[in-house]
T-cell receptor
């Protein structure tokens, strides 16, 4: 069983702060790592992906990957109330397969 | 517009009454999959298909069937639904340069 672990939260941050979301995975052969955002009752929406160790930035979002520690994180800078959602970490060993964590619920307080 | 569609979006049914949830994608993707999402359990894969006439079990296939007769369609069939299949179901299609997974809008199923 390939496991992807996330802190379920809820994580609350004030508007304008940095939100830090963490994810660990068990399969060392994992190749691709994704962060999805899911609003209540809606489908997951891809916001970031990362394949190589290090940081990847896209606007207010930064994904960080450390394969040696089997750890991937998502930083959201200048958090906005519209960022309030559940964030799903997904890990792929390849061949189109994806394994999801249970998600971290983020609340940004105005 | 690239999209994955599912129907119906909401369904209330009774135990044992066969139902089908349809899924269609317009991106010419080969890989499609079905997930169910339950509180505290996250997204769990039910079945996936790597191409027409090629399907395989995911993590929680019991009580479900699928078929893939055409590339664009991947219906989920519950031959004899039971209350423990009450859940939120998502169809997904994977493809493109980055193997990105695109999700349908979801189907909320209640089995009484």
């Amino acid at each position: 069983q390939k496991e992807v672990e996330q802190n379920s939260g809820p994580l609350s941050v004030p508007e304008g702060a940095i939100a830090s979301l963490n994810c660990t995975y068990s399969d060392r052969g994992s190749q691709s790592f994704f962060w999805y955002r899911q609003y209540s009752g809606k489908s997951p929406e891809l916001i970031m992906f990362i394949y190589s160790n290090g940081d990847k930035e896209d606007g207010r979002f930064t994904a960080q990957l450390n394969k040696a520690s089997q750890y991937v994180s998502l930083l959201i800078r200048d958090s906005q109330p519209s960022d309030s959602a559940t964030y799903l970490c997904a890990v792929s060993p390849g061949a189109n397969n994806l394994f999801f964590g249970t998600g971290t619920r983020l609340t940004v307080i105005p | 517009e690239a999209q994955v569609t599912q129907n119906p979006r909401y369904l209330i049914t009774v135990t044992g009454k066969k139902l089908t949830v349809t899924c269609s994608q317009n991106m010419n993707h080969e890989y499609m999959s079905w997930y169910r999402q339950d509180p505290g359990l996250g997204l769990r894969q039910i079945y996936y298909s790597m191409n027409v006439e090629v399907t395989d079990k995911g993590d929680v296939p019991e009580g479900y069937k699928v078929s893939r007769k055409e590339k664009r369609n991947f219906p989920l069939i519950l031959e004899s639904p039971s209350p423990n299949q009450t859940s939120l179901y998502f169809c997904a299609s994977t493809g493109g340069e980055l193997d990105t997974q695109y999700f349908g809008p979801g189907t909320r199923l209640t089995v009484l």
